[in-house]
């Protein structure tokens, strides 16, 4: 498989093609590389994002203020290892969800889908949401273990959980395997857009790079560029449902598995703009971009590297 909008070179040497179950690793591993990097991303982000949620019961922790003293402040709270809190759970999660991702969009590419008019954007929609149902568990854990702390340092409901292991334990033993797909309301819609906009952009952006013939053809800082161009499109579209979904994975459940604070997507994002304003809907949108901006950048420069080694072995093996 190639990329939408760039099968081919425009030098002598066509890109090899790539199974949809290499892929599926390739994607997966990229992701995960990409993940060691931006988790201390994810934990402040987290944090900022959480609160304000108490706001309509009376009380309004705010110990995180900006990036930078949001840092400083898991810190302080929770040592240097803090800021790689739910480290586990990403790793869990970005295997999960990007293997089905990148394999359900190999499929989609070698079928022809993608060269029809909006089959990328719905081919990238598609593989996200397959993608986000499978990894929802797994975003579950990573979002209670991300928030929590210490109780001056608490904003949102905390779970104690001690490990992912754990975590899953838990949340089965209490709620039943209903409870592990909790929140993935708000998750599908969130990696919907998300895959949408980065596989769409990131096709397009790289093409246009290599048709300004700026930098050499197969040289890395073009799937570099694109990156940089498709995270600036993932972060603003993503950050809305990124909060719902942030909420919603992290709010305490009643006996019976039923959210105490939201009803669901529509419920968040609606008692979110009454009480908090609709400015609260991009909480944390630097740390956001901070995160999802160079995690778009890493996954998908090494994901394209991955494919061209794999590309490379095949053509010798052949």
């Not at 593989?127 to 149902?133: I, R, T």
């Amino acid at each position: 498989m190639s990329l939408p909008g760039a099968q081919r070179a425009s030098g002598t040497e066509a890109r090899e093609t790539v199974a949809p179950a290499v892929d599926l690793v390739l994607g997966a591993s990229a992701c995960c590389l990409a993940c060691v990097f931006t988790n201390p991303l994810e934990v402040v982000k987290t944090r900022l994002q959480l609160q304000g949620e108490l706001r309509a019961r009376g009380t309004y922790p705010r110990p995180y203020r900006g990036f930078f003293a949001s840092v400083a402040a898991v810190i302080r709270a929770d040592g240097l290892c803090g800021l790689q809190k739910g480290l586990a759970a990403g790793l869990l999660y970005q295997g999960l969800m990007n293997g089905v991702r990148f394999y359900c969009y190999s499929l989609a590419c070698q079928a022809g889908l993608t060269q029809q008019p909006g089959g990328t954007v719905v081919a990238g929609a598609v593989a996200g949401a397959l993608g986000a149902f499978v990894g929802s568990p797994a975003y579950l854990v990573k979002t209670q273990l991300q928030a929590q702390t210490v109780a001056a340092m608490a904003v949102g409901h905390q779970h104690h959980h001690q490990s992912v292991l754990g975590a899953l334990e838990t949340i089965w033993r209490q709620q039943g395997l209903a409870g592990l797909w909790r929140g993935v309301g708000g998750a599908v819609p969130r990696v919907m857009v998300g895959s949408a906009a980065q596989l769409a952009t990131f096709a397009s952006a790289k093409a246009w790079v290599q048709k300004q013939q700026w930098l050499p053809e197969d040289s890395w800082l073009v799937a570099l560029a694109g990156g940089m161009i498709s995270s600036v499109a993932v972060a603003a579209v993503m950050t809305p449902f990124d909060v719902v979904s942030t909420r919603l994975y992290n709010q305490p459940v009643d006996g019976t598995g039923k959210g105490q604070l939201y009803g669901g997507l529509a419920d968040c994002l609606v008692k979110i703009w009454r009480q908090e304003g609709p400015l609260a809907l991009y909480k944390g949108l630097g740390p956001a971009y901070l995160r999802l901006g160079p995690h778009t950048i890493l996954s998908m420069l090494f994901w394209d590297e991955l494919r061209k080694l794999a590309g490379r072995g095949l053509h010798q093996g052949t």
